[in-house]
């Protein structure tokens, strides 16, 4: 997908700003509110998305909901400004993410559960996923309560499914034949 291939393109230009300024960190920080304010945001992610609002008017609300945020953050909502591209903000805060967590040795799993994931259950994950990895490993937790119990664990491209559901369609393939 184009739209994808240009939001790395912005992340790592971002990041290689922030790597010169030695505040990749910050940035980050402003990348996961943004990314964060978009997710809880419905209105946030239409108002990114409309074609219909002038990009100017993007631009300076963006500036003032994070009016905080680095300086190369700012230079991004610029960027965008210039190239109408704000459609790809949310998309470009999660490469960026992406992208720090590679350049830190760091790898997210994500675990969806039934219910909000307890202490005890991410520690036996956490447990789990140091068998066969030996990165530093960040948990996020996907509540979904049509899984029924047990739980899910996607890395990367692997993926193992604990879940009650996922047990049931197994058992009704085998009666199905």
Known sequence: MAGTRAAIRYAKAILEMSQANSNTANVAKDMTSIA?????????????????????????SLVAIFAAAQKET???FQLLLANKRFELLPTIA???????NELNGVEVAKVTTAFPITADLEAKVLAKIKEFSNK????????????IGGFILTMGDQQYNASVSNRLQNLKREFSY
């Open 94 to 100: 999660s490469d960026f993410q992406a992208l720090v």
């Open 36 to 60: 964060n304010a978009v997710k809880d945001s419905k209105e946030l992610k239409d108002f990114l998305q409309s074609p219909i609002i002038k990009g100017e008017v993007k631009h300076s």
């Open 136 to 147: 530093t490993i960040t948990l996020e937790n996907i509540v979904d309560e049509s899984i």
């Open 74 to 76: 700012k230079s991004l």
